[in-house]
């Protein structure tokens, strides 16, 4: 996914720091699902669907919705008239969207690649650059962030999902009477610690 933004520069929004270099861009995009939205603050359409995006987004990836966050990253290509617009609509926006520096040709660019005509347009791409969704805005008004995980499934991700085996404390129960079992034994184990040191003291 990089590839497509090797040698371009994306603000981070929660401090506008630039995301530049390519091991940066690799680290936030690499093995993600990647939308990519077309909008404008200004744009009657856009505010509506912006607002749908946001808790679209802090669905999938906030802490106060999910334990762990989606793989899910969000580019923000601008259509604002000015700057202060753009930094304006982000402010309003979840602290981890990305955004194209305003003013910048890459933008131009990224409309061109994905004919985009009228906004708002959500374009999901894979971690390769492929097109998933030409526009998503219709499914994630219809189905929400349940669409997160067709996505998911066609991008091919590698499930982050996993625990690790020196983690047995950790490791998911595979029944309700899980816990009950784990103490039975230690208590069976127990007794049969103590009945053996019986038997040895009476031999």
Same mark, same amino acid.
């Given at each position: 996914m990089a590839a497509l933004f090797t040698g371009k520069v994306l603000m981070a929004n929660g401090d506008e720091d630039e995301v530049e270099t390519e091991r940066e861009l690799n680290r936030a995009l690499e093995n993600k699902v990647?939308?990519?939205?077309?909008?404008?603050?200004?744009? !009657?359409?856009?505010?509506?669907?912006?607002?749908?995006?946001?808790? +679209?987004?802090?669905? %999938?990836?906030?802490? $106060?919705? @999910?334990?762990?966050?989606?793989?899910?990253?969000?580019?923000?290509?601008?259509?604002?008239?000015?700057?202060?617009?753009?930094?304006?609509?982000?402010?309003?926006? !979840?602290?981890?969207?990305?955004?194209?520096?305003?003013?910048?040709? +890459?933008?131009?660019? %990224?409309?061109?690649? $994905?004919? @985009?005509s009228e906004v708002p347009v959500v374009v999901v791409l894979k971690p390769s650059g492929d097109v998933i969704v030409g526009n998503a805005v219709e499914e994630i008004q219809r189905v929400g962030p349940a669409c997160f995980r067709n996505w998911q499934e066609a991008a091919e991700l590698v499930d982050r999902n996993f625990l690790l085996a020196e983690d047995p404390e950790d490791w998911t129960r595979r029944s309700i009477t899980d816990p009950l079992r784990r103490l039975k034994y230690k208590v069976d184990k127990k007794k049969n610690k103590e009945r053996e040191e019986e038997s040895d003291e009476v031999s």
């Open positions: 990647v939308l990519l939205y077309f909008a404008s603050s200004r744009c !009657p359409r856009c505010r509506r669907f912006s607002a749908l995006l946001k808790d +679209f987004f802090l669905r %999938l990836t906030d802490e $106060f919705y @999910v334990e762990r966050s989606s793989q899910l990253v969000l580019v923000y290509v601008s259509r604002d008239e000015t700057e202060e617009q753009q930094r304006d609509f982000l402010r309003s926006m !979840p602290k981890r969207w990305l955004a194209v520096p305003f003013g910048d040709a +890459f933008k131009r660019e %990224l409309e061109l690649r $994905f004919a @985009v």
